[in-house]
């Protein structure tokens, strides 16, 4: 249990104080239970302080934990939907997506879920019981639901939601694959040259003793490194090394993980990408909870907390600030950097209209496309990068290697 320093509102008068919970996600759903309109939520006094302490150290603690995949969380929403649709209640709906679902630990937590709502708790509170599992955005329109009498349309939002999450993850996957491929054949291919190549003109140019030219000399004692056991061993520790504690130290550590976030922001195509998917999510997860009633200061802290970008979520934070203050969401964003004007304009539409939620659907749906149209883009474009990369380095090495002979035949001629 840790505790848990809290600020909202509750019965128009702002309220602060402390509450324990396993995650800050349990402490959320026992405070909104409570009626409170969160505003402020961190961990208690002495881990926070302790976290401030840690903001410049490194925590190497490896751990596996075991998550179940979206597209799963994806079909088993989307069963409980279509029963529910039939006409089938709440139970026996629980039931048979407990026995049709093939992941184990969606299935224990079905289980779970089935009891809870058996024992006569909501199915909202159910699935609040697994955080790891189900986050904010999930229970909160399953609540909606619940108040409204159409669990089946809010469950059919969800499984829009997460479908386009997936869309969005595979899209990058694709996007990457093949530069991914390129930069594997270019490494097989280097380590063939400096294993192999590379030795056969050493032993030609130590046969002559000739002075070698920096750039051969260069290439010739990085291959006998190379193949070198001890050499190659500390290369490979090094590369496999240097790559798990840059993984470990972005997710463990907030201060680099912002600025490694603002870097990819500022990267070319790369940067667009980025910012295109996580604005396409915000809107998409900020109108779902518009849409189903939720207080629009806990929207911003939920929506918050749904992007996996720090500058994205700070920004969202410092608008949802500035609307407790009574300032329009529109004028906020237009005022925060990472935010284009495009956004800020849109939503100043909806704002203006009335149809806030729609207008938020339709910035989803926008924001969608220029993320597939920077997805072509970057797959355009990494092709001839990562081809002349390759072709350079290889070339860079012939000509190296060549050189001494170059030389020896100006001496010949000379």
């Not at 302080?49 to 603690?61: G, M, S, V, Y």
């Not at 509170?125 to 229970?139: L, M």
């Not at 597939?372 to 001839?384: L, N």
Request: aromatic share 8%; glycine share 8%.
């Amino acid at each position: 249990m840790a505790d848990f320093n809290w600020k909202g509102i509750k019965n128009t008068q702002y309220i602060s104080g402390t509450i324990s919970a396993l995650t800050r996600d349990e402490a959320a759903y026992k405070l909104k239970e409570d009626g409170v309109i969160i505003t402020h939520l961190v961990k208690g006094v002495r881990e926070q302080e302790a976290t401030e302490k840690k903001a410049l150290t490194f925590n190497f603690k490896f751990s596996l934990p075991r998550k179940v995949k979206l597209v799963s969380i994806m079909i088993a929403t989307k069963k409980m939907a279509t029963m529910l649709r039939s006409g089938l209640a709440i139970l026996p709906s629980l039931e048979m997506v407990k026995d049709q679902v093939e992941d184990p630990l969606l299935k224990k937590t079905f289980a779970e879920i089935y009891q809870d709502v058996e024992a006569g708790s909501s199915l909202s509170k159910a699935f609040g019981k697994h955080p790891d599992i189900f986050d904010s955005i999930y229970i909160n329109l399953v609540r909606a639901g619940e108040s409204s009498g159409s669990l089946d349309i809010f469950l059919d939002k969800l499984v829009l939601s997460i479908r386009k999450t997936i869309k969005i993850r595979k899209s990058i996957q694709s996007a990457l694959l093949y530069p991914t491929i390129l930069l594997i054949v270019a490494t097989i291919v280097l380590a063939i040259m400096m294993i192999f190549v590379v030795p056969v003109f050493a032993q030609m140019f130590g046969n002559i003793g000739s002075q070698l030219p920096a750039p051969t000399l260069m290439i010739v004692n990085l291959s006998n490194f190379i193949r070198d056991p001890m050499g190659g061993g500390i290369l490979a520790v090094l590369l496999i090394g240097g790559f798990v504690a840059f993984r470990m130290i972005i997710k463990r550590n907030i201060v680099i993980r912002k600025k490694w976030h603002q870097l990819i922001l500022r990267m070319p195509l790369i940067g667009n990408m980025a910012l295109h998917s996580n604005i396409a999510q915000v809107a998409m997860v900020y109108g779902n909870l518009t849409n189903a009633g939720v207080p629009v200061i806990e929207a911003l802290d939920i929506t918050a907390e749904s992007s996996k970008n720090e500058v994205i979520r700070d920004g969202i934070q410092e608008a949802k600030r500035g609307v407790f203050s009574g300032e329009p969401l529109s004028a906020l964003l237009g005022k925060i950097k990472v935010f284009p004007s495009t956004f800020s304009q849109l939503v100043s539409v909806g704002e203006q209209t009335g149809n806030m939620g729609e207008m938020l659907e339709t910035i989803s749906v926008f924001y969608e496309e220029e993320f597939d149209s920077s997805v072509d883009k970057m797959s355009q474009m990494m092709e001839p990068i990562m081809i002349c990369f390759l072709g350079g380095v290889i070339g860079f090495i012939l000509v190296a290697m060549y050189l001494p002979i170059f030389k020896m035949g100006q001496v010949v001629t000379g």
